[in-house]
């Protein structure tokens, strides 16, 4: 069983932080290094498509930003862990969403569509 499991959303006023983690373990992830899976953060608001937050490569280490996000969010990975963090400041009500973290198999960031595993999301809502 191939498993992503996201933690650390919540409830947090607008201003404060929360960091997310997303743990990677079955059998895809003992075939495969996870050193070797790009991994990205999605989110998706209410009534809205589902959109990147940030990625990072396995190829180079390479770090991606949304712009909505950049100067707030910061990802990193802890391979020894099989883990991708998001830590989140400075939150703003328009963060709410559920968000989800995905890898994918390429070298580089790429589309979402090359996302093929994904958690099942993790909750998090900022109050104003």
């Known amino acids: 069983q191939v498993q992503l499991i996201e933690s650390g959303g919540g409830l947090v006023q607008a201003g404060g932080s929360l960091r997310l983690s997303c743990a990677a373990s079955?059998?895809?992830?003992?075939?495969?290094?996870?050193?070797?899976?790009?991994m990205g953060w999605f989110r998706q608001a209410p009534g809205k498509e589902r959109e990147f937050v940030s990625g990072?490569?396995?190829?180079?280490?390479?770090?991606y930003y949304a712009d909505s996000v950049k100067g707030r969010f910061t990802i990193s990975r802890d391979n020894a862990k099989n883990t991708v963090y998001l830590q989140m400041n400075g939150l703003k009500p328009e963060d709410t969403a559920v968000y989800y973290c995905?890898?994918?198999?390429?070298?580089?960031?790429?589309?979402?569509?090359?996302?093929?595993?994904w958690g099942q999301g993790t909750q998090v809502t900022v109050s104003s």
């Open positions: 990072i490569s396995w190829r180079d280490g390479s770090i």
């Open positions: 079955g059998r895809t992830f003992s075939s495969r290094a996870f050193s070797s899976y790009t």
């Open positions: 995905a890898a994918s198999s390429r070298p580089a960031l790429g589309a979402q569509d090359e996302f093929r595993i």
